[in-house]
């Protein structure tokens, strides 16, 4: 059974009532539209910052470079999803934005941009992962065995050591000690840690995030990132949720205290 809203009182109207306000409302969503055009435009304008560390992964064809990633393609969009090397499962927001990857990778590679997921747990878990959810998307590991570790998590932000956590030495989201990857009054990592088989310290220090790369002349380039409500985009139902009458409905919240869950635990009680 699905989960019910948590309430459904709201004020009715007339027809036209609801068309006037409507209307109204069409003005204000179509000068949002016209600010998001000019926001695109703007991160394409921002400076590239090019790349000479070397990273490698493991993948399902095995050690990778950054540029192996491009797969023969000018740009790389990358999703750092939270799966550390102690988790026993994904996290459950970045699981709910990878639902919608089998779908949109194919489209992005037909405009010259390799997509893949990057995380530090084994690649073992990943797969395993994967075939739990059902994914079929490139999803690389930067701690495999067979290419050993590097440091891309923790260059680009989303990976931090205990060390750091404790001392709040560290930047998330363009902001040093970031309270989203210390445990604290943020339920998050409190109702995620258990979920992921790991305690809220240990989850916080993986964080989400998305980053973009271009391929010029052989040399790798970073182009942009964002991370936390940056993310927002990138939950396919969230455009759905917003535009249903009663919206997220985050409040209402789930068992366990999510108001949401991996794709195939909704029926579970």
């Known amino acids: 059974m699905p989960d019910k809203a ?3 009182n709201h004020k009715t109207g007339t027809r036209e009532q609801w068309l006037a306000a409507r209307l109204d409302l069409l003005r204000a969503e179509k000068e949002f539209t016209r600010r998001g055009d000019e926001l695109t435009r703007r991160r394409q304008e921002l400076p590239w910052v090019r790349i000479d560390k070397e990273y ?6 095995g050690t990778a470079s950054l540029k192996d990633l491009f797969r023969g393609r000018s740009q790389l969009v990358v999703y750092h999803f939270m799966f550390g090397p102690a988790f026993k499962t994904g996290c459950p927001a970045c699981s709910a934005i990878a639902d919608s990857f089998n779908g949109i990778f194919v489209h992005l590679e037909g405009h010259d941009v390799a997509f893949s997921a990057i ?3 084994p690649l073992t878990k990943l797969q395993a992962f994967k075939r739990r959810m059902g994914w079929t998307f490139p999803w690389a590991s930067s701690s495999g065995s067979g290419g050993g570790g590097s440091d ?3 260059d680009f932000n989303v990976s931090i050591t205990e060390e750091q956590q404790r001392k709040g030495d560290f930047v998330y989201n363009f902001q040093r000690d970031h309270p989203t990857m210390k445990p604290g009054p943020d339920p998050g990592p409190a109702t995620f840690g258990p979920v992921t088989g790991t305690d809220p310290a240990t989850y916080a220090r993986e964080g989400p995030g998305m980053s973009a790369f271009a391929l010029k002349d052989d040399v790798v380039y970073h182009t942009y990132s964002t991370y936390e409500r940056g ?3 990138f939950f396919g139902f969230y455009a759905w949720l917003d535009r249903a009458p009663l919206g997220r409905n985050e409040k209402g919240g789930v068992a366990g205290g999510l108001w949401y869950r991996y794709h195939d635990e909704y029926d579970k009680r």
């Not at 490698?56 to 064809?61: N, S």
């Open 231 to 233: 993310l927002d985009p």
């Open 119 to 121: 995380s530090r747990a």
């Open 56 to 61: 490698r992964f493991e993948t399902d064809q």
């Open 6 to 8: 948590t309430s459904i």
């Open 152 to 154: 891309f998590n923790s």
